[in-house]
């Protein structure tokens, strides 16, 4: 049975008005210390400050997504802190790990009632696909063979539902030298093997810590804000950005389409510090 390589949530499916509704945040890079920066950022405070300007978003959400790096110190104590919010959210949180996290020590801190670890999320019409992209110690990504045959193996076995795909890295170039060294390895790969499935609809992630789009084949590429530190798009060396931390508002129609938007928080709060090796 291909359903059980990956390990399945089943939601109600929708009937064929309604719209699947998620909303992602990503990289929150959260310390064991709430008073702890990264480039000048508290990271637990901008992360506080996205989760309090997407509570009008997250009303009719059918679940958080959080797209990786969760915390930059690996710690435990982190990973409790972003379950301490998202845990009561009221919503269903699902979670994927990013290059700084440690997936065994994520899953296992952030597996509660409300927070699953769940890599296939299945709404019906629609099939939600949460994917590993993390290597041990290394900033680029890379999914590996057994997982890309896995991932072939479920589309080829479901031709007729829209696929979202998910996972921390950056499969595509954006353009930025120093974050397309430690972008997901095989990218092209990956992109020209899901190219092959006409049901693939988007490929979602974090990592870039800007907000992205592009289209590859038939389907889109899109990226979302860091709740922390902003890089500024096509810099050719490392380089923060003066806009705001944010998240991503999806929508999926029973049709198969989707919209998008990105929400930043308001006001000038938070300002990295530029430094000379990167973060
Ligand atoms: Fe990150």
């Known amino acids: 049975m291909v359903t059980k390589v990956f390990n399945s949530k089943e939601y109600r499916p929708k009937n ?19 008073q702890q920066d990264l480039l000048g950022i508290k990271t637990w405070d901008s992360f506080q400050a996205v989760v309090d300007a997407m509570q009008p978003d997250i009303v009719d959400a059918d ?9 930059q110190d690996q710690s435990k104590a982190s990973y409790a802190l972003a379950c301490s ?15 700084h996290d440690v997936p065994q020590v994520m899953r296992a801190a952030m ?27 290394q900033v680029s990504g890379h ?19 829209f696929h979202l795909i998910c996972l921390h890295h950056h499969p595509i170039e954006i353009q930025s030298h120093w974050l397309d060294a430690h972008r997901l390895k095989e990218g092209a790969l990956f992109l020209d093997e899901l190219a092959q499935f006409k049901q693939v609809k988007s490929v979602l992630f974090g990592h870039i810590h800007q907000e992205f789009h592009a289209r590859y084949a038939h389907f889109d590429l899109w990226a979302t804000p860091a709740t922390s530190v902003q890089f ?36 000038n709060r938070f300002q990295a510090v530029q430094a000379e090796s990167g973060y």
């Open 143 to 161: 999914i590996d063979t057994t997982q890309l045959e896995q991932l072939k193996a479920h589309l080829a076995a479901y031709p007729d539902k």
């Open 63 to 71: 679940f958080i997504l959080v797209t990786g790096d969760v915390s």
């Open 16 to 34: 064929k008005t309604e719209v699947i509704r998620i909303v992602q945040i990503t990289d929150l890079h959260l310390f064991a210390d709430k």
């Open 232 to 267: 500024k798009p096509k810099a050719y060396d490392f380089t923060v950005d003066d806009v705001q931390p944010g998240y991503r508002i999806i929508e999926l129609s029973a049709e198969g389409q989707i919209s998008t938007s990105v929400k930043r928080i308001p006001d």
């Open 85 to 99: 919010v998202l845990d009561k959210l009221g919503k269903p949180v699902h979670i994927l790990p990013g290059n």
């Open 111 to 137: 597996a509660t009632q409300f927070i699953g670890v769940e890599n296939f999320l299945d709404f019906g019409s629609w099939h939600i696909l949460l994917l590993d992209s993390s290597i041990p110690h």
